[in-house]
């Protein structure tokens, strides 16, 4: 089967830095994407890793391990507006490589204080 | 480019009637995904095509639900006859090849009273 575990629930504070980690289970693997969405809206395209390491964008950063089979995303300086579920999600394979088939997590509510 | 469109963005209806659920992608995009978001289930594929041809339909739920592209700028997912269970947020997502970026329209918020 094919499965990605997420923390339900995450609560910080503005200008903080939280990690909200990913492990995943899944019969093929080509990269690791993450998903931002505020409520009532669209998932939204933050990252994606397709090798090992460190990818930054801004404020987020987003990181894999293929061998852990283990992914997190990190967000720092938190703002208000950052208060959203955000979601993995992996890439499928199959024989012929990458598919465009994405594996979503279960979401992980993060929760910004003033 | 206006995005993915989806309508209608909202849809109730009552138990048994029939619902289609339309999308058009992004101009030159060729894949084109139907999820479906419950709180209970999450946010779960349903069907995608490469090429206005279905690809991977493992997802649909039983025979009620079918979806179509007859084309490159439009698709549809029906489903008949509709049940209370079927209520949730419908969206449809497309992207290019070789890319890893989906890109989501808004949804339809589907209710079967």
């Known amino acids: 089967g094919q499965s990605l575990e997420q923390p339900s629930e995450v609560t910080a504070v503005e200008g903080a830095i939280v990690q909200i980690n990913c492990t995943y289970q899944?019969?093929?693997?080509?990269?690791l994407s993450w998903y931002q969405q505020h409520d009532g809206g669209a998932p939204t395209f933050l990252s994606y890793?397709?090798?090992?390491g460190l990818e930054e964008t801004g404020r987020f950063s987003s990181f894999l391990s293929r061998s852990d089979s283990y992914g997190y995303l990190l967000l720092q300086e938190l703002q208000m507006k950052d208060s959203a579920s955000y979601f993995c999600?992996?890439?499928?394979?199959?024989?012929?490589?990458?598919?465009?088939?994405?594996?979503f997590g279960t979401g992980t509510l993060l929760a910004v204080q003033p | 480019d206006a995005g993915v469109i989806q309508s209608p963005r909202h849809e109730v209806t009552e138990m048994g009637q029939e619902v289609t659920l339309r999308c058009k992608p992004i101009?030159?995009?060729?894949?084109l995904f139907w999820y479906r978001q419950t709180m209970m289930r999450g946010l779960e594929l349903l069907i995608y095509?490469?090429?206005?041809?279905?690809?991977?339909d493992s997802g649909m739920p039983e025979d009620r639900f079918s979806a179509k592209m007859p084309n490159a700028s439009f698709s549809t997912l029906k489903i008949q006859p509709s049940e209370p269970r079927d209520s949730a947020v419908y969206f449809c997502?497309?992207?290019?090849?070789?890319?890893?970026?989906?890109?989501f329209g808004p949804g339809t918020r589907l209710t079967v009273t």
């Open positions: 101009s030159g995009h060729n894949s």
């Open positions: 999600a992996v890439r499928g394979a199959d024989y012929g490589g990458a598919t465009n088939k994405l594996i």
């Open positions: 890793n397709g090798l090992d």
């Open positions: 095509f490469n090429n206005n041809v279905p690809i991977d």
């Open positions: 997502a497309s992207t290019g090849t070789a890319d890893f970026e989906q890109y």
């Open positions: 899944t019969s093929g693997f080509y990269g």
